[in-house]
């Protein structure tokens, strides 16, 4: 956990910049929110005038640290743009199933279509608080490359189904082709069923460091230009505008 300070949030501005970002949304797990100072990154915004920087948090649901973070949410909900829902823990509350790669140990010799649907209703709860505006990694549970017998449109279109009575949005996340399984968050049945299902996309690249902003952005642009995705969704005070994007893959 690292306080927010001008040393910490300007090289983030200035990779946006040198990448040709023009809008971006900082993150943070809910369970570092002690962290997050609202008048730095208005302080930030004042030194960078040319980005939209947005003030925004990912709830997941870490059995230690989330109620916490959810009354924290609570509190400062007038001063976050955006908040993402996440699933990271299965039946360990001591370890991420995510963790590279020490969590891959948590399917071994586990039914994997068991894990995908215990792992799905967990995203469906998080949906369900009320607190989210968008899906992150929604098929993170691939991320070691465990793939379910079932069609994944069987497994996930309740869940799918379930955002879109939310009305909710679903990350593109280039944060997958850095993982084991090298593949972008969700998969392309996915994509295709959440359009058929008119559910809108915001684009993340999940960075961690601010080298990692805008990761493989080219590569999604090819993707999204394949499926027809023309637009996305752009959060300002939880109110959801959608964007036109370019249509070909970024030079």
């Not at 949304?25 to 929110?33: I, P, Q, V």
């Not at 799905?120 to 992150?136: H, S």
């Not at 036109?244 to 893959?249: D, F, K, S």
Request: charged share 30%; with cysteine; hydrophobic share 40%.
């Amino acid at each position: 956990m690292q306080r927010y300070t001008p040393a910490l949030l300007q090289p983030w501005a200035d990779s946006a910049r040198n990448f040709g970002l023009t809008d971006i949304a900082f993150t943070d797990h809910d369970r570092y929110h002690a962290g997050i100072d609202f008048d730095e990154i208005d302080r930030l915004r004042e030194r960078n005038p040319d980005l939209r920087i947005r003030a925004g948090i990912e709830l997941d649901n870490d059995p230690i640290h989330s109620a916490a973070g959810r009354k924290w949410i609570e509190k400062h909900w007038d001063k976050l743009d955006f908040v993402l829902g996440s699933v990271h823990f299965l039946n360990r509350d001591d370890q991420m199933f995510d963790s590279v790669p020490d969590g891959a140990q948590q399917f071994e010799g586990q039914d994997v279509d068991a894990l995908y649907a215990d792992y799905l209703r967990r995203v469906r709860e998080i949906a369900a608080t009320g607190l989210i505006d968008c899906l992150a990694h929604l098929d993170l549970i691939k991320i070691h490359g465990h793939r379910p017998r079932a069609e994944i449109g069987a497994i996930v279109n309740e869940t799918l189904d379930f955002i879109r009575a939310r009305n909710l949005a679903i990350e593109l996340s280039t944060a997958g082709w850095r993982k084991p399984v090298n593949e972008l968050y969700p998969g392309d049945r996915i994509i295709e069923l959440a359009i058929e299902k008119r559910i809108p996309f915001t684009i993340a690249s999940d960075a961690h460091s601010h080298a990692q902003l805008g990761h493989n952005y080219p590569r999604l642009a090819e993707k999204m230009a394949a499926f027809g995705v023309r637009q996305i969704s752009i959060f300002e005070n939880h109110r959801r505008v959608m964007r036109a994007v370019c249509a070909e893959p970024l030079l």
